[in-house]
């Protein structure tokens, strides 16, 4: 009785290094690898003249189908520092929202503004080439009066 007592007690210590042996070695010891996501990343500025960064705009990535799909979206650091995370690899519009909580704070993108187009690449970092600039509405010139 007693050998069988330490005989299961001994099977019992060999499956339990088995199995924790397993778990750090051989596939990988916690390892992560490759998502295949990249990211993107750039900068928001407020102003025409000496520009600030500028925090809390909304960054969306949307798809060029019909209709669009939002596929990632992040918010600009106090500086005006962004990273969107978690991008699938492809070809989207960055779509710009200076007021996402809708506080009324006054900024806009420029009427002048270019569409910004990005490529994401799998595992890899993509930094826009060029800062985004917001505006304060009250700065932009009148709009000419509509025409009779």
């Given at each position: ?5 330490i005989?299961?007690l001994?099977t019992?210590?060999?499956l339990?290094l088995?199995?924790l ?6 596939g ?8 295949g996501l990249g990211?993107?990343s750039?900068?928001v500025?407020?102003?025409?003249e ?5 925090g ?9 189908t019909?209709p ?5 979206t ?5 500086n005006?520092f962004?990273?969107?995370a978690n991008v699938p690899?492809?070809?989207y519009d960055?779509?710009i929202?200076?007021?996402p909580d809708?506080t009324?704070n006054g ?9 910004i187009?990005?490529?994401?690449l799998?595992?890899?970092?993509t ?5 985004i600039?917001?505006?304060?509405e ?11």
């Amino acid at each position: 009785m007693k050998r069988v007592a330490i005989l299961c007690l001994a099977t019992t210590a060999c499956l339990a290094l088995m199995m924790l042996s397993g778990c750090s070695g051989g596939g990988g010891g916690g390892v992560i690898g490759p998502t295949g996501l990249g990211s993107v990343s750039g900068r928001v500025l407020a102003g025409l003249e000496n520009p600030v960064g500028f925090g809390n705009v909304e960054i969306s990535l949307q798809t060029q189908t019909v209709p669009p799909v939002v596929v990632a979206t992040g918010l600009s650091n106090a500086n005006g520092f962004f990273t969107v995370a978690n991008v699938p690899p492809g070809t989207y519009d960055v779509i710009i929202d200076p007021d996402p909580d809708n506080t009324g704070n006054g900024f806009v993108l420029p009427p002048n503004a270019p569409q910004i187009t990005v490529v994401v690449l799998p595992d890899q970092p993509t930094n826009l080439p060029n800062d985004i600039t917001v505006v304060d509405e009250n700065d932009l010139p009148p709009e000419p009066p509509a025409a009779p």
